[in-house]
């Protein structure tokens, strides 16, 4: 057997514990946001059918032409795979389970995708998104709220430099006479085509405006325009939303050639983008699918969401300087003899008891290579606990930052005498 240390897998990261400290401060900023705007939390499996996948984000896509981690469950032969989003099952989980009888629903939910990409800064084999859905809301002002709930959220995690880019992929009519357009227009250019474009020019020529081929920008930019066949109805929603957002102050440029990567958008789509992360620059995308539910086995109903990429958005966090916050941690136990031992479990146990964090030093050694890594912990005062004080059933209490004097406490006071100093 080979001794070799093994490596995770490709794409695949450990978040270590430094950087685990901002991970927890932007899932409960986000989570008190989320709260903010009435929307409750769900959480599916991270494996599913892969015909839910085929179904819902359409089987001529980058996701499930090339992206997708499906195998077959050896035990029963059945087709499964790993999300690679997570709108399909937060649809599926709100199908099966009856939550949009009568009922519209704010859903989000958080947590790991998987999608087989080549490896780069900002694009992962193993990401994590936060997804916000409303299922069974028609009007443009959920739209709107969506949007404005990101703008709220940029704010409280104090990042700047994100634009909003909007567009309206308009409905099924619209989508259809612009499609013949498009393969029209591509049809006579098929020399400029790549790989990807030609395979696609019949099955799905809509995607082809989503090319990150540099090579084929140009003939995308001068491509027939969406915008250009969109329904009253649909125009009016946009007009609608737009109205909204500028009430609000917020920012935005409507980009005709936005399609997102993924077939089940109509209407509303939109991303917010940043500059400061080299190509990977999208940290948050989303819009309308009025078309899902009921594609995925539902009563027809209309919904909106969006999905952020986590990974992104710390990194720009930590691109505009918003550094790792320390773990916390209140006082760190140092403690030498049997009878100080005893008694430092005692004074850990009644700390906490208060609410406090405490570590108590396991493991041994001198006084002063405790001392050393009570100042090198986030505590805020340590404990000392000889002979003296256990004698005396007391501790030493000495602040690690800000100075102020060590002094005695006796076991009675300690909870009061701690809380004073980490006010
Ligand atoms: P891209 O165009 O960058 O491939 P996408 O259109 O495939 O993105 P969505 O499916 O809309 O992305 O996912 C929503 C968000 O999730 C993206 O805007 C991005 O922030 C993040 N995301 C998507 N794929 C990855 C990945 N492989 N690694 C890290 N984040 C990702
Ligand atoms: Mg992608």
């Not at 995925?296 to 999905?307: L, N, Q, R, S, V």
Request: glycine share 10%.
């Amino acid at each position: 057997m080979s001794n070799e240390t093994l490596q995770a897998v490709r794409g695949m990261n450990d978040i270590l514990p430094d950087e685990a400290q901002l991970w927890l401060w932007f899932e409960d900023t986000v989570r008190d946001w989320l709260e903010s705007y009435g929307y409750r939390n769900i959480r599916m499996p991270l494996v599913e059918p892969t015909a839910l996948f085929k179904r819902a984000i359409g089987e001529v896509t980058d996701i499930v032409e090339k992206e997708m981690y499906s195998f077959e469950d050896s035990l029963n032969g059945d087709q499964l795979t790993l999300r690679p989003e997570g709108t399909a099952s937060c649809v599926r989980a709100a199908l099966q389970h009856n939550l949009l009888y009568n009922a519209p629903q704010r859903l989000y939910y958080g947590g790991a995708m998987f999608r087989h990409e080549r490896p780069q800064k900002g694009r992962y084999r193993q990401f994590h998104q936060v997804g916000v859905e409303a299922l069974g809301f028609a009007g443009p002002d959920i739209d709107a709220e969506q949007i404005v709930m990101c703008a709220r959220l940029w704010k409280k995690l104090g990042i700047g430099d994100v634009a909003l880019q909007i567009n309206s992929l308009g409905d099924a009519a619209s989508r259809q006479r612009h499609r013949e357009k498009l393969i029209a227009y591509f049809e006579q250019r098929k020399d400029a085509l790549d790989a990807d474009a030609l395979r696609r020019l019949h099955s799905n020529p809509l995607r082809i405006l989503d090319t990150k081929n540099p090579a084929m920008q140009e003939l995308v930019s001068a491509a027939p325009r969406l915008m250009d066949e969109l329904e009253e109805d649909a125009i009016g929603h946009f007009e609608a939303v737009q109205a909204i957002l500028k009430r609000h102050g917020i920012a935005f440029e409507i980009n005709p050639r936005l399609v997102r990567g993924l077939d089940y958008y109509n209407r509303t789509v939109f991303e917010w983008v940043t500059t400061r992360l080299g190509a990977q620059g999208t940290i948050c995308a989303g819009g309308r699918y009025d078309g899902l539910i009921e594609q995925i086995g539902g009563k027809p109903a209309p919904a909106c969401g969006f999905a952020m990429g986590v990974e992104r958005l710390l990194a720009l966090l930590q691109e505009s300087g918003v550094q790792n916050p320390a773990a916390p941690l209140d006082v760190y136990v140092v403690h030498q003899g049997e009878q100080a031992q005893s008694l430092a479990w005692r004074a850990a146990e009644n700390l906490r008891d208060g609410g406090l964090r405490v570590l108590l030093h396991c493991g041994g050694g001198s006084f002063k290579s405790q001392m050393k890594k009570a100042d090198g912990s986030a505590a805020v005062c340590a404990i000392i606990i000889g002979d003296d004080e256990a004698a005396a059933n007391a501790v030493t209490l000495k602040p690690l930052r800000g100075g102020g004097e060590q002094q005695r406490v006796g076991m009675d006071d300690l909870q009061q005498k701690v809380r004073e100093l980490i006010m």
